[in-house]
């Protein structure tokens, strides 16, 4: 092995990111359990969210995909002492809007604001559904403009022959016109597929929702499913719980039954999620005059060197088969290996890309 070593310069070492990107798509049947019998959605005794599994969740091989969960705003009309699961509906939107949306000047948490311009006012959102996306599928965060969400706009309980209306929401222009203004991260606003920006003709209406990349979290305005819907036409005013609209199934349901409503109505969802790759990339460079002899022992025989073959004439030679990383106190950190023995004389250069990926 080498016992000198030879200093990085800045011009040797260069930083990169490369991002990779993994279509995850989540059919209806996911979502809405039916094509297991033995059960992949979880419910829990304090009744607060439910969670999806893309196999029964008591076996050994089953993930976690999502969480759907629902709340609304303690300023919101339906807040009431008389609503049923009333205090746990306020938690789980105060709980999303804290960490979402955050705090204003006052210390007060922040409601969703519809079109993501917190100063400005606007509309709020008020009651919502959220969808909490496990980090196995959303990885580092869900990529710009991939994000699609299919559902029935008109559901009654969970009869399977009466869903009707297949409505589309994604992240139209994501890509361009993303805000930032969350203590999240990063968001995108969710249109309907006929009025999203740059998805089809029209004038484009208020969002239904947001997606938070980093988060993987989607929140949905409750209008999605009411009959104040913008595009209710489509598909009529479907139903959370058979026999009532939406604001009707916040005030009178549990959050699981409200979770029930909203995935069974799920047709598909996908996205692509995106892990971050960081790289360091050291250029070793031996040139001319460097490591052409070597300190292995069965390098010399009888104070002669092997590889010259008895003629003194010859130039002095050496094979790179490893590049060491050292520490500044001369501590190895990190052994890379060639593929082939690289031949090195006072007669050539040569450089070895070495990659570190974190």
């Given amino acids: 092995m080498a016992s000198t070593f030879k200093t990085f310069l800045n011009s040797d070492i260069?930083?990169?990111?490369?991002?990779?990107?993994?279509?995850?798509?989540?059919?209806?049947?996911i979502s809405s359990g039916t094509y297991s019998s033995d059960g992949n959605i979880k419910t829990f005794?304090?009744?607060?969210?439910?969670?999806?599994?893309?196999?029964?969740?008591?076996?050994?091989?089953?993930?976690?995909?999502y969480d759907i969960t629902a709340g609304y705003s303690s300023k919101a009309a339906m807040s009431s002492s008389a609503t049923t699961q009333n205090a746990k509906k306020i938690n789980i939107y105060n709980q999303h809007a804290q960490v979402l949306s955050g705090y204003?000047?006052?210390?007060s948490i922040q409601a969703f604001d519809?079109?993501?311009?917190i100063t400005d006012g606007g509309t709020k959102m008020k009651h919502c559904f959220f969808l909490n996306f496990s980090r196995l599928l959303a990885k580092d965060e869900i990529k710009k403009d991939s994000f699609r969400l299919e559902f029935f706009t008109a559901s009654e309980g969970f009869n399977p022959t009466a869903r009707d209306g297949l409505m589309t929401i994604g992240d139209y222009g994501a890509a361009t016109s993303y805000l930032v203004n969350s203590p999240a991260g990063e968001y995108g606003l969710l249109y309907t597929s006929s009025d999203g920006a740059g998805s089809e003709a029209g004038a484009p209406n208020a969002p239904v929702g947001h997606i938070y990349y980093q988060a993987g979290i989607a929140v949905l305005t409750s209008?999605?499913?009411?009959?104040?819907?913008?595009?209710?036409?489509?598909?009529?005013?479907?139903?959370?719980?058979?026999?009532?609209?939406?604001?009707?199934?916040?005030?009178?349901?549990?959050?699981t039954q409200l979770a029930n409503g909203i995935r069974y109505a799920l047709d598909n969802i996908e996205f692509n999620n995106t892990?971050?790759?960081?790289?360091?990339?050291?250029?070793?460079?031996?040139?001319?005059?460097?490591?052409n002899y070597s300190s292995n022992p069965t390098y010399v025989t009888a104070s002669k060197i092997r590889v010259k073959n008895d003629n003194p004439k010859a130039e002095p030679v050496s094979y790179i088969t490893t590049v060491g990383l050292y520490?500044?106190?001369?501590?190895?950190?990190?052994?890379?290996?060639?593929?082939?023995?690289?031949?090195?004389?006072p007669s050539n250069e040569i450089t070895v890309r070495t990659r570190l990926d974190y």
């Fill in 45 to 65: 005794a304090h009744g607060m969210f439910e969670s999806v599994y893309d196999y029964p969740y008591l076996s050994s091989s089953a993930n976690h995909i």
């Fill in 223 to 255: 209008a999605i499913v009411a009959d104040e819907f913008p595009n209710a036409a489509v598909g009529g005013a479907p139903h959370v719980d058979s026999g009532s609209n939406v604001s009707q199934a916040f005030t009178g349901s549990t959050i």
């Fill in 104 to 107: 204003d000047v006052t210390g």
């Fill in 327 to 345: 520490s500044a106190d001369n501590e190895l950190l990190a052994v890379a290996k060639l593929s082939e023995p690289l031949k090195k004389s």
């Fill in 275 to 291: 892990t971050e790759l960081n790289s360091t990339i050291y250029f070793c460079r031996a040139n001319t005059q460097d490591y």
């Fill in 14 to 29: 260069a930083n990169t990111r490369t991002l990779l990107h993994e279509a995850i798509p989540l059919t209806g049947t």
């Fill in 114 to 117: 519809q079109d993501g311009n």
